[in-house]
Every structure is written in structure tokens, then in C-alpha cells.
């Protein structure tokens, strides 16, 4: 790889290290991540356009794009093309930084100067029809597993779990459409992440401010990423102040419309990471050791009292989104009993 960077940047590595799921490099000057160049060129040209911007409108914590040398936008890592982002790595006093609500909210404030507000239902048809897709898709697996003559342990749970989070699914979409009737404002989209976590920004120094990386954003509302913020925590069994902290140091630096509630409360209510395991099962034909499958599918279910207590939680801090909901999606654990 040292060959490789040389010849395409024109950089001399000093080490390398891994940042989450990125591999990077450290020169004399600065520190470096390769990004797997997985989209369409024109996607790619959009997203560094919304970054030149972030950074020359003050958030110097966006990752640049470097450009190698000769032509073309990337080089082969690991058997793949991979596009070179240069990270920033200035430390800071533990009292500059701001806490990752705040962060958020100021990424989001920012980016928002990027796009035109939208009528509410422009970003709730887009959710709703892309739900009603991934729905559709287990609805006709779930028939086709239920006519085997053998079914294997993980069709025999996917059976089982599959009526109680179509009713979930089918609760968000159904509350996304009364949205949809119910508001008719405008709101402000910004840049966003497909699914933003407390690991999607990278730390590249001790005490230094995150990151941002554009190789998964895209234009969308804000509470997209507010309400997969939430569903880590949740997921990962954090305790709700935290959440709370979130909300809270959030709302400081970008405010939380009534839609965004309502929003936020839809995305939760829908079972992504169910969705993201079946998926994997039937659609990608996933080649792990169906043990380990089996396992991850019943710790879900094992989570989901948590994850009721949590709704009930943010429903008494926070009753704006969460209103109109059946009973047994947000009442406490014994629900399911």
C-alpha cells in the first residue's frame, strides 16, 4: 500500500491504522481514509459539492476529497476501488467540545442553507413508500416459508416473530399517512446519514472533534438521523438519560418541529434492524453459520420489552410525537408477557 499511495498521491505513509470500518493511513502532515467508492459517480460529485460547501462555510471537521494524481477519482484497496479523504486532526481542550446532540444539531442547522424547504409530505411518501417496499418483500417471503415442507430453525422464528412487527411496520406507515393529512407546513431537509449511530463520525486524535465522512449521506428531514441515534441507544441498552442529554443539547442547536416528532416516533416504531436481519436471510442469502443467525433473531426479540419501556419513556418526556399509537407498542414490558 505505501507503493500505492506514493504512486497515486504522491504521500509517504508512516502507519496505518483502522478508523471503525475504514482503513487510513498517517503521513508527517496529516492523517488519511480510504472510502469504498460504492455509488455512481454522480452521486459521489453531488456529495463533495455539499462538503466543499460545509467546509467553506466553517465546519472544518468534513472530510476533504484528495484526488489522486493522475486521472480517474480513486485506487484499489483490498480489491476494491476506495476513494482518499483527508480527516481533520487538530486536538481540542476537553471544554471546546461540544456534546454529540449538539454536534448533530449543528451539522444539521448548517446544512440546511443547502436545500429549499419542502412540503411535509415530499420526505413522508418517500418513507412510507419505501417501507410499504421492504413490507411487501418479508410479506411474500413470509408466505413461501410458511409452505415448505422443512422449514430451518430461523424460517421457523421468522414465522413466529413476523405477524408482530408487520403490525409494527404497518402502524408507522399507517401513522405516516395520518402526517400526512394532519400537517401541511413546509420543512427543512438537510444532509442526513442512511443510518447514523454514535460510530458514524470518526475520531482521528485523542480530544478531537468527529469527523464527518460524506460517503453515506443524502438529503433527507432531520429526524431521520435523530430517531437512528435514538434506536442505537435503545439497541445498545444505554440508559435514557443519555437519550435525554441527546435530546436535549440537540434542540439547543436545532429545534425539533412537530413533524420532526412525529417523524421520529414513525421510524422508531418501524423494526429496522428485524427488517435488516430478514433481508439478510432471504434476500442477500446470507452464508454465515445459521446458528449465529438464529441467536442474533432471538436477541432481538429478547430486547424488544426494553424497547417498549424506552417509547414509554420518550412518550412521557416527549408526548408530541407519540400520539395515536396502540397501547401495546408503548406501554411497559409486561405487554408482552
Known amino acids: 500500500?505505501?507503493?500505492?499511495?506514493?504512486?497515486?498521491?504522491?504521500?509517504?505513509?508512516?502507519?496505518?491504522?483502522?478508523?471503525?470500518?475504514?482503513?487510513?493511513?498517517?503521513?508527517?502532515?496529516?492523517?488519511?481514509?480510504f472510502v469504498p467508492e460504492k455509488t455512481a459517480a454522480s452521486s459521489w460529485e453531488e456529495k463533495t459539492a455539499w462538503a466543499d460547501w460545509m467546509r467553506n462555510n466553517g465546519d472544518g471537521t468534513v472530510a476533504a476529497f484528495i484526488s489522486p494524481l493522475s486521472r480517474g477519482t480513486s485506487m484499489m484497496v483490498d480489491g476494491e476501488k476506495q476513494r482518499?479523504?483527508?480527516?481533520?486532526?487538530?486536538?481540542?481542550?476537553?471544554?471546546?467540545?461540544?456534546?454529540?446532540?449538539?454536534?448533530?444539531?449543528?451539522?444539521?442547522?448548517?446544512?440546511k442553507s443547502l436545500?429549499?424547504?419542502?412540503?411535509?409530505?415530499?420526505?413522508?411518501?418517500?418513507?412510507?413508500?419505501?417501507?410499504?417496499?421492504?413490507l411487501n418483500q418479508l410479506?411474500?417471503?413470509?408466505?413461501?416459508?410458511?409452505?415448505?415442507?422443512r422449514c430451518s430453525p430461523a424460517d421457523q422464528w421468522f414465522i413466529q416473530t413476523f405477524?408482530?412487527?408487520?403490525?409494527?411496520?404497518?402502524?408507522?406507515?399507517?401513522?405516516?399517512?395520518?402526517?400526512?393529512?394532519?400537517?401541511?407546513?413546509?420543512?427543512?431537509?438537510?444532509?442526513?446519514?442512511?443510518?447514523?449511530?454514535?460510530?458514524?463520525?470518526?475520531?482521528?486524535?485523542?480530544h478531537s472533534v468527529p469527523n464527518k465522512l460524506p460517503a453515506d449521506w443524502l438529503h433527507d428531514h432531520p429526524a431521520r438521523d435523530v430517531a437512528e441515534w435514538i434506536r442505537y441507544a435503545i439497541d445498545t441498552e444505554a440508559p435514557f438519560q443519555e437519550t435525554k442529554a441527546f435530546l436535549s443539547a440537540y434542540e439547543e442547536h436545532s429545534r425539533l418541529s412537530s413533524v420532526s416528532w412525529k417523524l421520529v416516533a414513525a421510524r422508531l416504531i418501524f423494526p429496522y434492524y428485524y427488517m435488516e436481519q430478514m433481508e439478510s436471510i432471504y434476500?442477500?442469502?446470507?452464508?454465515?453459520?445459521?446458528?449465529?443467525?438464529?441467536?442474533?433473531?432471538?436477541?432481538?426479540?429478547?430486547?424488544?420489552?426494553?424497547?417498549?419501556?424506552?417509547?414509554?419513556?420518550?412518550?412521557?418526556?416527549?408526548?408530541?410525537?407519540?400520539e395515536d399509537y396502540p397501547g401495546w407498542m408503548l406501554g411497559k414490558s409486561d405487554s408482552l408477557a
Open 1 to 33: 500500500m505505501e507503493r500505492s499511495v506514493y504512486d497515486h498521491y504522491g504521500l509517504y505513509m508512516t502507519e496505518s491504522f483502522q478508523a471503525g470500518r475504514y482503513t487510513g493511513f498517517s503521513t508527517r502532515d496529516g492523517m488519511y481514509v
Open 115 to 134: 436545500f429549499q424547504p419542502y412540503p411535509a409530505p415530499f420526505f413522508l411518501d418517500r418513507w412510507a413508500q419505501w417501507w410499504e417496499i421492504r
Open 163 to 206: 405477524p408482530y412487527y408487520m403490525g409494527k411496520t404497518e402502524n408507522a406507515i399507517q401513522r405516516l399517512h395520518h402526517i400526512r393529512e394532519e400537517e401541511q407546513t413546509e420543512e427543512s431537509g438537510c444532509i442526513t446519514h442512511l443510518c447514523f449511530t454514535p460510530e458514524t463520525w470518526i475520531i482521528a486524535a485523542p
Open 84 to 111: 482518499l479523504f483527508r480527516l481533520y486532526s487538530t486536538e481540542r481542550k476537553q471544554t471546546e467540545l461540544l456534546h454529540p446532540g449538539a454536534e448533530l444539531g449543528t451539522f444539521h442547522e448548517k446544512a
Open 283 to 322: 434476500l442477500h442469502e446470507t452464508t454465515r453459520d445459521m446458528e449465529t443467525v438464529l441467536s442474533e433473531l432471538k436477541a432481538t426479540w429478547k430486547k424488544e420489552a426494553g424497547w417498549m419501556d424506552q417509547l414509554h419513556l420518550l412518550q412521557q418526556a416527549f408526548p408530541a410525537g407519540f
Open 139 to 149: 410479506e411474500s417471503w413470509y408466505e413461501k416459508v410458511r409452505q415448505k415442507s
